[in-house]
């Protein structure tokens, strides 16, 4: 990684892309299923080969969603899979998300295909202005076996180098597994000090898909986790006051009282963002449907001060480990934690 490669703060990012500094209601698009790595997390089928057949999102569809959602108010819209840099026109799709007038237009990859710095610089150049890089450890020896592709890491560090250099907003995600999760401090300061980003994304197992198939080997009590979490968050703040999105995602407030806003996910949804998948349209209401089919509460719940809004724990968790760490809080904590500028 050259020295300059250093990742704009989101100060920065706003000023240079015209992004106003309050959350923007996104258009999400799931171009397809296919996927050019094997992560054992995935939240799709281990049998890839059956998703990498699922037809993709129709060309004309997306346009379509594009500027329908951008009429519904959407600013910022993300490109998701599978991997969107699968898609052949995801470089069409960019370009038109651009001249829609769409500020934010974002990519979420595996950084497989961006290692290529002629296809990362074709994205950038047509509207291609922020990122996020699934990063799972801090080397080689850490992030490939995760994604299941040997190699993987220096792909996305090439990939976050090229970001990088062509002006892109980059942030990172990290699932977290029985297999990476004492890794979670250094690799939070391997993003932070060494790519300079000022967001990433600490993602809790959801064990569906790959992951439910994989949960022997990927399993992780929150109790063993927490530590570790914790850890990772002192080393994210030591540098960054105030990160530019919620850090944490399928994390509740009664396992880290006083962080509440920097998780993403934990309460009933009230976003009006548009989710477009190849065969499904959830307007206003796209985390709704997750939270609906997969989350519950414990009866212990109704002690609790979050009982109302809180969204509860997942299911499948509950079906491994009970909900004995789930413990109600009897009062709201002082503080809540920083608030991101994206919250
Ligand atoms: S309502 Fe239940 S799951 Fe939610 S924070 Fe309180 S104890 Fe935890």
């Excluded at 597994?177 to 391997?190: A, I, M, Q, S």
Aim: charged content about 20%.
């Amino acid at each position: 990684m050259s020295k300059q490669a250093k990742g704009l703060s989101i100060e920065a990012a706003a000023s240079r892309f015209g992004w106003p500094l309050t959350r923007m209601k996104v258009c999400e698009l799931t171009l397809s299923y296919k996927c050019n790595a094997r992560c054992v997390f995935c939240y799709s089928s281990p049998e890839m080969e059956a998703w990498n057949s699922k037809k993709g999102l129709d060309f004309r569809k997306a346009s379509a969603y594009l500027l329908s959602s951008y009429k519904n108010g959407s600013r910022m819209v993300q490109f998701i899979g599978g991997e969107p840099t699968v898609y052949d026109e995801l470089p069409k799709l960019v370009r038109l998300a651009a001249k829609i007038g769409y500020p934010a237009i974002q990519i979420v990859s595996n950084g497989l295909r961006l290692a290529d710095r002629a296809y990362a610089r074709e994205l950038a150049a047509a509207g291609l202005n922020t990122a996020v890089l699934s990063i799972h450890g801090a080397a080689a020896s850490a992030h490939d076996p995760i994604t299941g592709i040997e190699g993987s890491f220096a792909k996305v560090m090439k990939a976050a180098e090229n970001l990088l250099s062509l002006g892109v907003y980059l942030n990172t995600g990290t699932a977290v597994t029985g297999l990476n999760y004492k890794g979670l401090p250094r690799l939070v300061k391997f993003v932070t000090a060494g790519l300079g980003v000022d967001s990433c994304h600490i993602i809790a197992t959801h064990y569906i898909g790959a992951a439910y198939e994989n949960k022997s080997k990927l399993k992780i009590s929150y109790a063993a986790q927490l530590p570790y979490v914790e850890e990772a968050l002192r080393v994210f703040h030591a540098n960054i006051r105030r990160p530019a999105f919620g850090m944490l995602s399928n994390y509740l407030p009664c396992l880290l009282p006083g962080r509440e806003n920097l998780m993403g996910d934990w309460k009933y949804p009230v976003d009006d963002d548009d989710l477009f998948l190849p065969d499904a349209v959830y307007r206003d209401r796209m985390y709704g449907m997750i939270t609906d089919s997969l989350r519950m509460k414990a009866p212990a719940c109704r002690g609790c001060v979050y009982n109302k809004v809180c969204a509860g724990f997942e299911k499948e968790y509950f079906a491994i480990y009970g909900g004995r760490e789930f413990k109600p809080l009897k009062r709201k904590p002082a503080a809540l934690g920083p608030d991101p500028v994206y919250s």
